[in-house]
């Protein structure tokens, strides 16, 4: 995939950066990951991005706060179209995305799957589902929408 192809936001230099996505799904090696799925968060909503980030840690806590019963999986993954910093985990929140989470409403292509990696200790875990859990009884949601953000 050539600089051509994928074009990254000009704050994104990613195209020689490794990508993770973290799910309970279990995908195939050359398969796509895209939008329009229910989010694992808040409502579940049908989701209008696909979440990515340059860090194992984020993309762990994506594979471990995902809904359903199969196993944590992170794979590695090549976007298909332009990215853009996740306004869940940046601007407001960390600014200048340290996060370095990401979005898309593009697919991903799966490149391959991490095998080896350490997740949270249950003392965190347990932190951070409590945390999502005050945060769907607030009724907070996921930024899905652009006309929305522009305007909180």
């Known amino acids: 995939m050539t600089e051509k192809d994928i074009s990254l936001e000009s704050s994104h ?3 020689s950066q490794e990508l993770y996505h973290g799910t309970k799904a279990n995908l195939k090696t050359g398969g796509f ?8 968060y808040g409502k579940r909503k049908q989701a209008s991005y696909v979440y990515l980030s340059a860090t194992l840690n984020a993309a762990t806590w994506g594979a471990e ?12 993954v090549e976007p298909i179209g332009s990215i853009e910093d996740d306004p869940n985990l940046t601007d407001k929140k960390f600014p200048g995305n340290p996060t370095k989470s990401y979005r898309t409403q ?11 990696w350490q997740g ?6 347990n932190s951070m589902k409590e945390h999502v859990e005050r ?3 607030l009724g907070i949601e996921a930024i899905e929408d652009r006309e929305k953000e522009k305007n909180q």
């Open 106 to 116: 593009s697919p991903l292509r799966v490149t391959g799957e991490v095998m080896n």
């Open 33 to 40: 990951i895209g939008p329009g799925y229910n989010s694992n």
């Open 135 to 137: 945060m769907k009884k």
């Open 120 to 125: 949270h200790s249950p003392e965190e875990l």
């Open 65 to 76: 706060l995902a809904l359903g019963e199969g196993p944590c999986r992170i794979y590695t």
């Open 13 to 15: 230099n990613l195209t």
